[in-house]
């Protein structure tokens, strides 16, 4: 079975700035990684499928990259509403997502 | 657009069986997937199951003994059943939409419900 760790847990950034978060697999998934952000109080919402492809509506600071077993999600510039939860998910035999990483307000 | 909205009924008492729906609007269930995730209190996410238009299921291997997915075309909604709850069944219960089963590109609000007596 595979699994999908997030590193850090925790992300501590004022904005403006760059964030980089990880997403490695335990086994090769080739590009089969998407990315949501979660607020609190709110559903998931899709940023990124396929490891690169920005979901619809989704801003161009968002970018996402990677293949095979390690992946990144990359935010170039850190908005006020980007403070969040974000979770990497992919399909093996089911679905199934990262613990997740929290970007905080240093 | 599409909107997916959960219904049930908040709490339940363990050892019954947790109903919810998902109804679907502004658009046509047909042609995808809708599957349920959930996500207990300051946890993180779990993939319940999903339902194509057709009838064909999947589960999550964990809960496949407890969970039954039904879809209502006619309706445009789809239902989860969750049998023999107890207090780690207590969850925030989101329902979604995937066309492809690689990712959830629509989700629903979501809806806690609390196992207790």
């Known amino acids: 079975e595979i699994v999908l760790t997030q590193s850090p847990a925790t992300l501590s950034l004022s904005p403006g700035e760059r964030a980089t978060l990880s997403c490695r697999a335990s086994q090769s998934i080739s590009i089969y990684l998407a990315w949501y952000q979660q607020k609190p109080g709110q559903a998931p919402r899709l940023l990124i499928y396929?490891?690169?492809n920005r979901a619809t509506g989704i801003p161009a600071r968002f970018s996402g990259t990677g293949s095979g077993t390690d992946f990144t999600l990359t935010i170039s510039s850190l908005e006020p509403e980007d403070f969040a939860v974000y979770y990497c998910?992919?399909?093996?035999?089911?679905?199934?997502f990262g613990g997740g990483t929290k970007v905080e307000i240093k | 657009q599409v909107q997916l909205q959960e219904s049930g009924p908040g709490l339940v008492k363990p050892s019954e069986t947790l109903s919810l729906t998902c109804i679907v609007s502004g658009g046509s269930i047909n042609n995808d997937y809708w599957t349920w995730i959930r996500q207990p209190p300051g946890k993180g996410l779990e993939w319940i199951g999903y339902i194509f238009y057709s009838g064909s299921t999947n589960y999550n291997p964990s809960l496949k003994s407890r969970v039954t997915i039904s879809i209502d075309t006619s309706k445009n909604q789809f239902s989860l059943k969750l049998s023999s709850v107890t207090a780690a069944d207590t969850a925030v219960y989101y329902c979604?939409?995937?066309?492809?089963?690689?990712?959830?590109?629509?989700w629903g609000r979501g809806t806690l419900i609390t196992v207790s007596s």
């Open positions: 396929d490891a690169s």
């Open positions: 998910q992919h399909r093996s035999n089911w679905p199934l």
């Open positions: 979604a939409r995937t066309k492809t089963l690689r990712y959830f590109d629509l």
